[in-house]
């Protein structure tokens, strides 16, 4: 089932609204949900740095007869680090260099030849620090009342800018580097050893489907990390199995733009965005750009 979601506080819509100038941005629609919700203050997680890992990933089959044009990815992250160990960085966190893969198929993931890719500069939050009354008093208490040794958040991909249109069925990867792993291994220690892709581990996915529930692609550089120890490569970004039930915890948004004056009606313009993403404020503004593209 579809469902929108909103990717601003709504002080943020408030705010735009009192200005009167600034253009409304639009909600997407959801077409790929595996991040639990609701989520826990820290999630089951890969870790890149401790387990050789330079991507991970996942084959997903977007919901039936929903927009396709590229909106935001969300991804469910955890980290590990504590702020005490890099106290020159800032208290807000460390920022880290992350990519967001999309390839067409099983073959082009293996040559690492992705139909887009986008890199952005995200702030790692440290995670919080140790509570002496939890257990071995190094996990952190939650308001929950239970001790976590990671701490789980998100961060998004804005893939607006690359007018892309999703295919209905393709394989993502998250991919960054670390002390010795990645692409391109940093080569020195850092808090990214600690910085994990958040999993879920409560199948099915909420939205859309999970091609292989029991498989994840992933780019091992140990043979011994794979399932198969190896035997269908190692340090490509492939297909593993075994995984069941956790699967990474990733949303993909997209939005759709209106082609004929005829789909703007029946309300479907609320669902609907100009080419620069600025939603329409009603039927006629939307019949409106069709017609004269503005
Ligand atoms: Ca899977």
Same mark, same amino acid.
């Given at each position: 089932?579809?469902?929108?979601?909103?990717?601003? =506080?709504?002080?943020?819509?408030?705010?735009?609204?009192?200005?009167?100038?600034?253009?409304?941005?639009?909600?997407?629609?959801?077409?790929?949900?595996?991040?639990?919700?609701?989520?826990?203050?820290?999630? =089951?997680? *890969?870790?890149?740095?401790?387990?050789?890992?330079?991507?991970?990933?996942?084959?997903?089959?977007?919901?039936?007869?929903?927009?396709?044009?590229?909106? /935001?990815?969300?991804?469910?992250?955890?980290?590990?680090?504590?702020?005490?160990?890099?106290?020159?960085?800032?208290?807000?966190?460390?920022?880290?260099?992350?990519?967001?893969?999309?390839?067409?198929?099983?073959?082009?993931?293996?040559?690492?030849?992705?139909?887009?890719?986008?890199?952005?500069?995200?702030?790692?939050?440290?995670?919080?620090?140790?509570? $002496?009354?939890? $257990?071995?008093?190094?996990?952190?208490?939650?308001?929950?009342?239970?001790?976590?040794?990671? /701490?789980?958040?998100?961060?998004?991909?804005?893939?607006?800018?690359?007018?892309?249109?999703? =295919?209905?069925?393709?394989?993502?990867?998250?991919?960054?580097?670390?002390?010795?792993?990645?692409?391109?291994?940093?080569?020195?220690?850092?808090?990214?050893?600690?910085?994990?892709?958040?999993?879920?581990?409560? $199948?099915?996915?909420?939205?859309?489907?999970?091609?292989?529930?029991?498989?994840?692609?992933?780019?091992?550089?140990?043979?011994?990390?794979?399932?198969?120890?190896?035997?269908?490569?190692?340090?490509?970004?492939?297909?593993?199995?075994?995984?069941? =039930?956790?699967?990474?915890?990733?949303?993909?948004?997209?939005?759709?733009?209106?082609?004929?004056?005829?789909?703007?009606?029946?309300?479907?313009?609320?669902?609907?965005?100009?080419?620069?993403?600025?939603?329409?404020?009603?039927?006629?503004?939307?019949?409106?750009?069709? *017609?004269?593209?503005?």
């Amino acid at each position: 089932m579809k469902k929108s979601v909103s990717m601003f =506080p709504s002080f943020m819509f408030a705010g735009v609204l009192l200005l009167g100038a600034a253009p409304v941005l639009a909600q997407g629609t959801v077409v790929y949900d595996s991040i639990p919700s609701p989520t826990a203050p820290n999630v =089951p997680s *890969q870790g890149f740095q401790c387990c050789a890992t330079a991507e991970i990933g996942d084959e997903v089959r977007l919901e039936a007869d929903t927009p396709r044009r590229t909106g /935001f990815t969300t991804v469910l992250m955890s980290s590990w680090s504590l702020h005490s160990n890099y106290t020159d960085m800032p208290p807000a966190g460390y920022t880290h260099p992350i990519t967001l893969n999309i390839y067409l198929d099983a073959a082009s993931a293996l040559a690492n030849t992705p139909a887009r890719a986008v890199t952005q500069n995200f702030v790692i939050p440290w995670r919080p620090v140790a509570d $002496p009354t939890c $257990p071995g008093g190094t996990a952190w208490r939650a308001a929950d009342a239970n001790c976590y040794n990671g /701490f789980a958040f998100t961060i998004a991909f804005d893939l607006r800018s690359l007018n892309y249109d999703l =295919p209905e069925q393709f394989i993502y990867g998250i991919a960054y580097n670390t002390t010795t792993w990645g692409y391109a291994p940093i080569g020195a220690p850092g808090p990214y050893e600690s910085l994990n892709v958040g999993l879920n581990r409560t $199948p099915p996915v909420a939205v859309g489907t999970d091609v292989y529930p029991d498989g994840v692609y992933v780019n091992y550089q140990h043979a011994a990390f794979y399932a198969d120890g190896g035997a269908g490569g190692v340090g490509t970004f492939r297909l593993d199995t075994g995984w069941a =039930p956790f699967t990474p915890a990733v949303q993909f948004t997209t939005f759709a733009l209106p082609t004929t004056t005829a789909s703007c009606k029946n309300g479907a313009w609320q669902n609907l965005v100009r080419s620069d993403f600025t939603s329409f404020k009603n039927q006629g503004a939307c019949v409106s750009y069709v *017609q004269t593209g503005k």
